[in-house]
């Protein structure tokens, strides 16, 4: 129909030619032109504008639906990047207490093992001394019971000889200088 109608128009155009120029208005091109507007109008309406609107509008509904679970994906994204920032800053802090109570427990190691050295520095001391003191006591003994016995030893010499009080201190001098030798 719309191919009949072309040829119509078209078998027109030598007739429109021999009576007229373009600027001169012909009301049965008007006419035929508005017919054929519609007639394209109303074919397009059926045929293509209606599959055309379609594909557009589902074209539109998948950017949409696109556009939606983007915007989905990035409200996920921020959230999982806020919950690893939270995380993040927990480890940190959980990271900064370790280090800290490491470095409370090493001072206090430090302490308590620096109070052991002095203890046992001291024990170690207070042991000496007492063994410093037993042999001094023991010497001093030992020094006694031997200047007793030159004592005694001293006086039987002098019993024994009967001597004049200068013979006794001669005797007395020599025994102390043998004494002093040893």
Do not use: C
């Not at 006591?137 to 000889?161: G, M, P, Y």
């Amino acid at each position: 129909m719309l191919f009949n109608f072309s040829l119509a128009v078209i078998a027109l155009a030598p007739e429109a030619a021999e009576h007229g120029s373009l600027i001169e208005v012909n009301p049965g091109l008007i006419f035929w032109t508005i017919i054929t507007f519609l007639i394209l109008v109303l074919v397009l309406t059926k045929v293509a504008w209606k599959p055309i609107i379609a594909a557009l509008n589902q074209r539109e509904s998948a950017i949409k639906e696109a556009m939606e679970k983007a915007e989905t994906a990035k409200e996920e994204a921020k959230k999982v990047l806020d919950e690893n920032q939270a995380n993040l800053a927990h480890a940190e802090e959980e990271a900064k207490k370790i280090v800290d109570q490491s470095r409370e427990f090493a001072e206090k190691l430090k302490e308590q093992m620096l109070n052991e050295s002095k203890q046992q520095a001291q024990k170690i001391i207070e042991d000496a001394t007492a063994v410093i003191e037993r042999q001094k006591d023991s010497a001093f003994d030992e020094l006694k019971s031997h200047v007793a016995q030159i004592a005694i030893q001293a006086t039987e010499k002098i019993l024994r000889e009967k001597m004049d009080a200068e013979s006794q201190k001669k005797i007395v001098n020599e025994y102390i200088s043998e004494i002093t030798k040893n």
